[in-house]
């Protein structure tokens, strides 16, 4: 081998594993549901096996955390005016969780971690503060009404997927934004 080549790890290349599983769990929890998309379930439509998911997360709730950060990506904070952005933002979160399974993802996680300190502490610091981190500096706004805000809108938002199993319509996001940034001008 040349200098120039670069010496691949020992063991079978890991390339694609995190897309393959993050597919596979989003297209488990959509035909299935969250709760019964088990690890099990998920390493079979991925088709590896389980321990290599438990290597990589030791929970469902820590995997789910994962896919939601991939699915979700950064913020866009885009938008001329303070209220551009604020509706980009809620525009671009409802379009993320009207997306197949990761609503159902993100419902499910939300409502296992109510009971479980330790997965609430996993989507708190790993899922929602950078998020409110991101907000807070590009609105300028004190932690509690970025909180505030969240709250209002992922909240609304999954309780409309939660209580009729579809993401909300435009012109109900529409509405959403409307309720909404009058309360942060």
């Not at 890991?14 to 998309?37: C, H, K, M, P």
């Not at 993802?105 to 330790?118: H, I, L, M, Q, R």
């Not at 991101?134 to 209580?163: K, Y």
Request: glycine share 8%; proline share 7%.
């Amino acid at each position: 081998m040349s200098s120039t080549t670069p010496a691949r790890p020992p063991g079978r290349p890991r390339s694609g594993v995190n897309d393959a599983v993050f597919a596979a769990t989003l297209s488990t929890v959509q035909e299935l549901g969250y709760a019964r998309a088990t690890v099990e379930r998920i390493a079979a439509a991925a088709g590896i096996a389980k321990t290599t998911i438990y290597r990589r997360w030791p929970t469902k709730g820590a995997l789910i955390v994962d896919v939601l950060l991939d699915a979700f990506g950064p913020v866009p904070l885009e938008g001329g005016s303070r209220a551009e952005m604020m509706s980009s933002i809620i525009r671009w979160s409802a379009a993320k969780i009207g997306e197949p399974g990761v609503g159902d993802a993100f419902a499910g996680v939300f409502s296992d971690a109510v009971s479980d300190p330790e997965l609430r502490e996993i989507l708190s610091s790993r899922f929602q503060d950078p998020y409110r981190i991101a907000l807070q500096e590009a609105l300028d706004e004190p932690e509690q009404r970025v909180l505030f805000f969240i709250d209002v809108v992922v909240g609304t938002l999954l309780h409309r997927m939660g209580m009729t199993g579809e993401p909300m319509v435009d012109e109900d996001v529409d509405a959403l934004v409307e309720l909404v940034l009058p309360s942060f001008r």
